[in-house]
């Protein structure tokens, strides 16, 4: 089975702190991506990464950096957290052979709140 | 971006058919359109695919207009398992092989019993 995990499910965090979110693929797949989930708002891409040390901004990416060493790996930096981006992350990863189809399969998520 | 359109909530019996709409008038002749739905407390999981015909695998049927406009998700028998949020999703080409989703607000299916 493909697994995407994500380090913590729920985490709190303070005003002007800096969060890490990590997530790990064990599919050995070329695209990672990062979304947050809001009310209403439905899922928003913040960046993806389609090879390691390459990554492009989705269409929320202020306030978040990130970084892809492994391939395996693609983490979500917020420099200096703020309340609105308490959100729930979700991090998915796909391969790049697909048959068209190019699945992406989502981590479990992480809640996170900003206080 | 080509967009999605669904209704916000549906709600159906148990063992009985639904239907899903998704309105994509801006769709575009290379965008593939995908379903996923998301279980409380879970990642979204993927559920179906196409391009231009219809599509049927074990937990689907995907019926795509002939002007691919809009599209439907048919389930044949509801149960209280399928109780998620579905989403209709638009692929977008963009870079080779990054293959972007472009995420609507999905519908929320109440499955009763």
């Known amino acids: 089975d493909v697994k995407v995990t994500q380090s913590s499910r729920y985490l709190v965090k303070r005003t002007g702190e800096k969060v890490f979110l990590e997530c790990v693929q064990d599919?050995?797949?070329?695209?990672m991506f990062w979304y947050r989930q809001d009310p209403g708002l439905g899922l928003r891409l913040i960046y993806f990464?389609?090879?390691?040390?390459?990554?492009e901004k989705g269409d929320i990416p202020e306030g978040y950096s990130v970084s892809r060493e492994k391939k395996e790996r693609f983490s979500l930096i917020l420099e200096s957290a703020s309340t609105n981006q308490t959100s729930m992350y979700l991090c998915?990863?796909?391969?790049?052979?697909?048959?068209?189809?190019?699945?992406?399969?989502f981590g479990p998520g992480t809640r996170l709140t900003v206080t | 971006d080509a967009k999605t359109t669904q209704p916000n909530s549906m709600e159906s019996n148990e063992e009985e058919p639904v239907h899903l709409p998704c309105n994509h008038s801006?769709?575009?002749?290379?965008?593939?359109i995908h379903w996923y739905r998301q279980l409380p407390s879970q990642g979204p999981e993927y559920v179906i695919h196409?391009?231009?015909s219809n599509v049927n695998n074990r937990m689907a049927s995907l019926a795509i207009a002939e002007d691919r406009k809009s599209s439907t998700l048919i389930l044949h028998r509801a149960t209280l398992r399928d109780a998620a949020v579905y989403y209709c999703?638009?692929?977008?080409?963009?870079?080779?092989?990054?293959?972007?989703?472009?995420f609507g607000t999905g519908t929320r299916l109440k499955v009763l019993a």
């Open positions: 599919m050995d797949h070329e695209n």
């Open positions: 990464s389609y090879d390691v040390k390459m990554k």
């Open positions: 196409g391009l231009t």
């Open positions: 801006t769709i575009s002749g290379t965008d593939y």
């Open positions: 998915a990863s796909s391969s790049l052979a697909g048959g068209g189809n190019y699945e992406q399969y």
């Open positions: 999703i638009l692929r977008d080409g963009g870079r080779s092989g990054t293959y972007k989703y472009i």
